[in-house]
C-alpha cells in the first residue's frame, strides 16, 4: 500500500515539474485577447528616458506581434553617435535575444544623422552580429526603403523641438547625401530645450503648414516624438505619403512576416508599394 502511494505521488511531482506548451488563442478561442506574440516578437532599444517608441508601436501592431523594450542608458551631453555604440546598446541587444524576437528595432533616429549612411550601416552590421543573426533595423535606411520604393525624391523632414541646429542641419545633409530632394527641413517649433511629451495638434498644425506643395512625401524623424496618431489625417489633408520614425519601423518589421497590409489608420505606406503623387491615397 505505501509503495503504491509512494508511486503515485511520485508521478503526480513528476507531472506538475513539466510545463506544457503555449496554447496561443485563435479567433474560435473562447479566451480575451492577451498579447501574445503568436506571429512575431519584435524587440526595441530606446534611450532610458522616452517611453515614445515602445508606446507607438504597440498602438500600431496587428493582433499576434507583441512588442518588448530594451533601454539603453544615455548620456545627453555627448554625441547622439555614441548611443549604438558599447557598452550600453551592446548589454541592451543581449536582453533582447532572450526573448527571440524576430527583428530589434532601433527606436533613435539622430545617431543615423550623425554618423552618416557607411558609418551607420557598419554599426548596424556589429548589432546584428551582437544580436546572433537577428535583423536589426535602423529607421532612416528602412524609410530611405519606403520613399525609394514609392519613386519619391521630394522631401520634406520634420525633426523634434528639442533637437538642436546641428543634429536638424546633420539631418538635411543626410537625406541629400542619399540622392533626395530636401524642400524642407526643420525643428517642430516652438523649439523646447529638452526632450518633452508632443501633442498630436501641435505635430499635425505644424507639418500642415510647414510642407511645401512640391514635396512627394513627409518624413518625421525622432523616434521620441509622438506622431503616429496624426498620420492619418495628415496624408488625408496633404495628399501625399507621411512617415514618421516608428511607424517606418514596423513597416520594415512586418515585411518580414508578410503582414504589413493587417495595420491600418496609420498610414498608407501599409497598403502596400505605390507611386508618389496624389493617385496613391
Not at 509503495?3 to 479567433?27: D, E, H, K, M, V
Not at 501574445?36 to 532599444?45: C, H, I, N, Q, Y
Not at 516608428?246 to 489608420?265: F, M, P
Amino acid at each position: 500500500m505505501r509503495r503504491r502511494q509512494f508511486l503515485a505521488a511520485a508521478a503526480g511531482s513528476a507531472a506538475a515539474s513539466i510545463t506544457p506548451p503555449l496554447s496561443l488563442t485563435t479567433q474560435a478561442d473562447p479566451w480575451a485577447a492577451d498579447g501574445v506574440g503568436s506571429l512575431a516578437r519584435f524587440g526595441v532599444l530606446t534611450p532610458d528616458f522616452d517611453p515614445v517608441p515602445e508606446s507607438e508601436l504597440w498602438a500600431m501592431v496587428p493582433p499576434g506581434v507583441s512588442i518588448h523594450s530594451s533601454r539603453v542608458a544615455r548620456d545627453t551631453r555627448s554625441s547622439p553617435a555614441r548611443f549604438v555604440e558599447p557598452p550600453g546598446i551592446d548589454e541592451a541587444v543581449d536582453r533582447l535575444v532572450a526573448v527571440a524576437p524576430r527583428a530589434i528595432l532601433l527606436g533613435y533616429t539622430s545617431s543615423s544623422y550623425a554618423l552618416g549612411a557607411e558609418a551607420d550601416a557598419r554599426a548596424r552590421a556589429r548589432l546584428e552580429e551582437r544580436a546572433k543573426g537577428i535583423p536589426v533595423i535602423f529607421p532612416c535606411p528602412a524609410a530611405m526603403r519606403a520613399l525609394r520604393e514609392r519613386e519619391v525624391r521630394r522631401i520634406s523632414v520634420v525633426h523634434p523641438p528639442w533637437w538642436t541646429e546641428t543634429a536638424d542641419e546633420q539631418g538635411s545633409v543626410y537625406w541629400r547625401a542619399a540622392g533626395f530632394d530636401v524642400v524642407h527641413c526643420g525643428r517642430l517649433e516652438p523649439t523646447r530645450a529638452a526632450f518633452a511629451e508632443v501633442a498630436p495638434r501641435e505635430v499635425f498644425e505644424f507639418v500642415s503648414a510647414r510642407t511645401p506643395r512640391e514635396a512627394q512625401a513627409v518624413f518625421i524623424g525622432g523616434n521620441g516624438m509622438r506622431a503616429v496618431g496624426t498620420i492619418k489625417r495628415l496624408e488625408a489633408r496633404l495628399r501625399k505619403p507621411v512617415l514618421s520614425a516608428n511607424q517606418i519601423l514596423l513597416w520594415e518589421a512586418l515585411r518580414s512576416v508578410g503582414q504589413t497590409d493587417r495595420v491600418t489608420n496609420y498610414g498608407s505606406i501599409f497598403a502596400g508599394r505605390k507611386r508618389s503623387g496624389g493617385s496613391d491615397l
